[in-house]
């Protein structure tokens, strides 16, 4: 009965060094999957946690782990039987001198057991099975919610806080949260797997001797601490090697986007250079690392198979009756000795498996960690919580005549700095105002708050006597907007121009051409390929700077219904020719609408009934710094 | 399938010498695997039959055997990792180089989008599958099955059957895995992450944009959308892998069962001695850990396919190649004579499409002359361009450079003599030193310095504590859209070309910039010849010659103040 206390510190042994590399003990504290979540919920600002299953969740994929553990374990009796078949194979050779037995006898014991062990095979392969389904649906469960998650902050953080790159954002809704599936599909229940396969068989083996259960016991334990001491040199490898891995994939897609400009600069040939040599770099790198973790695995390899030719030679020359020792009491038995033998390659399977899965492991921490810190201040998302006013019913509230705006008092700070103290202006129904003053005077922080994107630190921002955060919803519905840069997205050109309206239904081909007259890009369209119907790509992609602002107009001039008109800098780093037809497209726009123009372009005087200086007005251009 | 068939016989020409390696020795572990299992049955059971009856055995041969088998089969681990492993990188190194070459082949294909590219360098990274979870696990079931075959064959007609059946039970799996491989799901999940990505991107970058035009709910709602059809498709393909699994490992452990029964069948008809007898069935419990290391590979192949598919097809139908005569444009001493660039007659026409954009064109450009090309947008302007820096090829007509016919200039040459500069250059994710030596690698630090000087560009430079090492970042990020085109700006500072071509040079800046950027330019320009595609006043009012594009044949080229007037 020593194996079991000795599997149990092998058992120990391996989880340490399954958590070698996370340094510090807190890390292995939140490696307990399930429990985190208990105490932080989600709204009390541990919310940046993205990816962590929740208590049923780890409960899944435990069951899974169980499963495949019961699945595994089931082979003892597979190999009882076998070993109950052959079992009488020795007596009888050695009782009737040249091979003759009763056939019958062995026959009968072969169907017995066949069919036994078919049986069992049945039962283990549904078992096994039904493991990996769980632990599959639990990971994409996990994923989905991780996602939706992401995507959850995304949607309610103000548009005018700060965000991660697009680049940086759309790789972690996609890689970075892939990077999961594997790792909780695989590893966890083999965590589990591992925990409870091993000692069954040590346990099972040692009925019989326990000389074959130290043998296992012994060779077990030395495989996590040999692979922990090469796992430590492959980590830090493997490291620098992701990195290397990271930048060449990008350096490539970065050249080859550049392609046009690398053969007018005649640097083809040398570029090709570059990438072969950096692909030549990569690969010595990989081949380093991969040459630590085949030896990992090669120690594993090497433990196991000296584990089994030990306990064949153990039992070889028990039979032999060369060695007494190690069983209890009498000698051990063929059927005793093959069965040890079956049990052998059993114990080490689950290490395996387990050593297999942990490359998944270190992706899907990494992915975790990486997850949490995407958004790196949580006051970012949780501070305009009422950004998009759902908490307050506007059904009641109607807006089908242009409204009156009012600041009052309003202070609004950015990092530390004002942009708006107490300050107060009045936008009169109908009026066109033009709101002037330099880059960083304020003009966007305005047109934000009109908006319900900004939430003033104190004072109040009213559209028609309300708070501009509660009618938020349904005047960003009926406003007519034209960003500084404004944005495309991927679909065709007249999917873009619906965006604009709620129900795309009732608009003809009429009113998407009207609405792309307006602003000019009439041509510009007839001369696309397909017309409407062309798809554009990220970003717009295929169009020029110029015709991008022009069918972000033609977008803005499909709701007719709009009762306010906010334009940001529209006519910014335009040519002329552009800007001219910026501006007539929005002089008509402004007819019969309040309209707020954000600029500092004075050709845009024209169209307007008033002007403010932000600057001259009072409020702090140069930034008041906090006493 | 053919084109995975097609990477598999390119990395067998790309180095046969490490292909047939690798799998050679990716045999032993697995023959010293089932053999130590063998051995080690027989060993037993001729030591338990050794031990009842006293008889003689010779226990040192077997139980070194048993030893060495088990050295040999962790140390043919290791070496098989390493060398199958180092033959596909090294031939996915070269493959890549190739993939390249051939992308940089086709620029005049138009652009493309970032997310094909994206897809592209994913696909490359995939074709590690074929060799390595493919072809070696394959041959090595093919030959481990071959060789039992004939050991059972030795043994009994019996075992022969059993396991012939059971091989081909194998074999069948595969080929249902092969025949019935499903890319139809595998480009359905594909396309669900490119959404997703996609989309993504969209919402973080066009938040007030979707705010206002759709709602970032409803945005937001998009991207699940394509998680919930990856989910299905990955549903699918999963089902089929655990199906596979599944399948593979009851064959088995039933070949297990038969086996027992067979063999004990055997034994009891003589024709098998009670050790060999369990040694056999030994062996057949190693057996699906053989089988069933190609399960992965098969059940990825859709993908791989797929992947494959989208590679092959970029890297067929090599264009035309380099001009055979490389001659080099002859320096006139005569300056003047020989037009520095010339049309004559020239058409085109975009492919697909029913209208040429270009139709008999023809004009000379002389040495040291600025010559504005005007017209509303679509006339062809660009493609003239285009035309001039050998980016398309005419249809019909000559183009000259030099005098000399364009393309039998050396890609060289012509590079070294034409310069372009358009209204979207390209900055590479590197450092600012870096982007400008794409012109001129030779440059040093002073002359990279005194070309952003020129470009009014070297004091915002400076301002970074990094200086020249100042990494850009993607697409030039950190720079504002008028810097980066000072930027480009800089960089074609740094040639001294005979023609310059310049795109739209001031497209999108606004009045203030695009005046300083223009007399930056001229003031450079020496006396090399420009042709200038023009769409703004300032640039038509420094022009020598304007050549309006929509005016009707032959009263083409008319002075600046004429176009001028019509412009105003």
Known sequence: ?627 | MRSVWHIIRTQHRYDSFHFWLGILVALLPAAAGLLLLGVSGWFIAAAAIAGLSGAFLNIFAPSALIRAFAIVRTAGRYGERVLTHDATFRFLTGFRNRLFAAMALKTNDGQRSGLLLNRLTLDVAVLDTIYLRLVVPLVLSLVVAVSLLLVWSSVSPLLLLTGAAFVLAWLGLAVWTFARSDTKTARRSDAALDAMRLRAADLAAGRRDLAIYGGLEAAADSVLVADTRLAEAQDVEDHRTSKLTAGSTLLGQLFLAVMLLVCLHEVGNGALTAAFSVGLILVVMGLPEIFSMSLPGLSRLPRVALAAGRIMHLMRRPEEVEPSQSLSVPETGRQGAVPALALEDVSFGYPGADRRVLEGLSFHLAQGEILALAGRSGCGKSTIGALAARLRKPGQGKILLGGLEIDRISEKELRRKVTVIGQKAYLFNETVAENLRVANPDAGDTELWRALEQAALAERISENPKGLQTILGEGGLGLSGGEQRRLALARAFLTRPALFVLDEMTEGLDAATAADVLDRFLSYRGDAAVLMIAHRRQELERADRVLDLTAPCGSGIRSPEIILSEFQ
């Open chain 1, 1 to 627: 009965m020593h194996g079991i206390p000795i599997a149990t510190v092998a058992i120990c042994l391996l989880n340490l060094s399954g958590r070698g590399d996370t340094k510090r003990l807190m890390t292995i504290k939140r490696e307990k999957i399930g429990t985190v979540l208990e105490g932080e919920g989600q709204d009390s600002g541990a919310a940046a946690a993205f990816g962590w299953p929740d208590k049923g969740e780890s409960r899944s994929l435990k069951r899974a782990g169980r499963l495949l553990a019961v699945s595994d374990l089931l082979w003892i009796a597979q190999a009882g039987l076998i070993s109950w078949a052959l079992g009488s194979l020795p007596m009888m050779f050695s009782a009737a001198d040249d091979g003759q037995v009763i056939e019958g006898d062995l026959t009968g014991l072969a169907f017995q057991a066949a069919a036994g062990i078919a049986l069992v095979a049945v039962l283990r392969v549904f078992l096994q099975n039904r493991a990996e389904t769980v632990a599959r649906q639990t990971a994409r469960a996990i994923q989905s919610r991780a996602r939706a998650e992401l995507l959850s902050v995304a949607a309610r953080t103000s548009p005018s806080a700060e965000f991660p790159s697009s680049g940086a954002f759309a790789a972690h809704v996609t890689e970075q949260v892939d990077l999961l599936g594997p790792y909780y599909r695989n590893f966890e229940p083999q965590k589990v797997r591992l925990r409870l396969v091993p000692l069954g068989i040590v346990a099972a083996t040692a009925v019989f001797s326990w000389v074959g259960a130290l043998i296992l016991v012994v060779c077990g334990p030395l495989i996590p601490v040999f692979m922990a001491l090469i796992g430590m040199r492959a980590k830090a490898a493997s490291e620098t090697q992701q990195e290397e891995l990271v930048r060449l994939s990008g350096s490539l897609l970065d050249r080859i986007r550049g392609l046009e400009t690398l053969t007018l600069f005649g640097a083809i040939e040398r570029t090709q250079r570059q990438i072969a040599d950096a692909g030549e770099r990569f690969r010595t790198g990989t081949m380093r690392v991969l040459k630590i973790a085949f030896l990992s695995s090669t120690v594993l390899e090497l433990f196991s198979a000296l584990g089994i030719a030990f306990c064949a030679v153990y039992v070889g020359f028990s039979l032999l009756g060369e060695i007494q020792a190690g069983t209890w009491g009498g000698a051990l038995t063929f059927a005793q000795g093959l069965f040890i033998l079956l049990l052998a390659p059993e114990f080490f399977a689950p290490l395996r498996a387990y050593a297999a899965a942990y490359h998944d492991r270190a992706g899907g921490l990494a992915a975790r960690k990486k997850l949490a810190t995407l958004f790196p201040s949580q006051n970012t998302y949780r501070n305009p919580k009422r950004a998009d006013g759902s908490d307050v019913p506007v059904g009641s509230i109607s807006l089908s005549r242009p409204p009156a705006i009012q600041f009052r008092s309003v202070s609004i700070s950015h990092d530390e700095r004002y942009v708006f103290k107490e300050f107060d202006l009045t936008i009169e129904p109908d009026e066109t105002l033009l709101v002037e003053g330099p880059s960083g005077s304020g003009k966007t922080t305005l047109i934000d708050g009109i908006l319900g994107f900004q939430e003033p630190d104190s004072g109040e921002i009213q559209v028609n006597d309300l708070t501009a955060t509660a009618i938020a919803p349904l005047l960003r519905r009926k406003v007519i907007w034209l960003g500084q840069s404004p944005r495309l997205f991927h679909g065709s050109l007249k999917a873009n121009l619906l965006r604009a309206v709620d129900t795309s239904a009732a608009i003809t081909e009429d009113d998407l051409w009207q609405a792309l007259r307006l602003a000019g890009a009439e041509a510009l369209v007839q001369r696309l390929p397909r017309g409407l119907e062309t798809p554009l790509g990220e970003d717009g992609f295929g169009l020029s700077v110029g015709e991008i602002r022009r069918v972000a107009l033609a977008r803005a001039a499909m709701r007719k219904d709009a009762v306010l008109l906010l334009a940001d800098e529209p006519t910014a780093s335009l040519d002329e020719e552009t800007a001219a037809d910026v501006i007539e497209g929005l002089r008509k726009l402004c007819d019969g609408r309040t309209a707020v123009i954000a600029t500092h372009d004075p050709a845009l005087r024209k169209i307007a009934s008033r002007r403010i200086d932000l600057k001259a007005l009072g409020v702090l251009a140069e930034g008041e710094v906090f006493a």
